[in-house]
């Protein structure tokens, strides 16, 4: 009943940005959280940062001060601006939004950071 579309991933060289959009529509009656994920090769799946409904905002220690995460509420959009990226940011990220009826993937997008 919920879709997400991410968009944004691609190749960065070390010390770019990038940016990742993700845009949820259909049936949604309250959003609890949006985040972002992201798993690299040989590695489990890890919480990049998440926005609460409030908009408190919390970060992984690894992104911390080089992440933003943002959103835009009358457009179901969260985004997130990544800053002075590094090779070790490589990975597929994954939006995640938490509804009261549960939780929704997007459909990942990749981030390539190369030196």
């Known amino acids: 009943q919920v879709q997400l579309v991410e968009s944004g991933g691609g190749l960065v060289q070390a010390g770019g940005s990038l940016r990742l959009s993700c845009a949820a529509s259909g049936s949604i009656f309250s959003i609890n959280a949006m985040g972002w994920y992201r798993q690299a090769p040989g590695k489990q799946r890890e919480l990049v940062a998440v926005i609460e409904g409030g908009g408190v905002t919390n970060y992984a220690g690894s992104v911390k001060g080089r992440f933003t995460i943002s959103r835009d509420s009358a457009k179901n959009t969260v985004y997130l601006q990544m800053n002075s990226l590094k090779p070790e940011d490589t990975a597929v990220y994954y939006c995640?939004?938490?509804?009261?009826?549960?939780?929704?993937w997007g459909q990942g997008t990749q981030v390539t950071v190369f030196q």
């Open positions: 995640n939004v938490a509804t009261i009826y549960g939780a929704y």
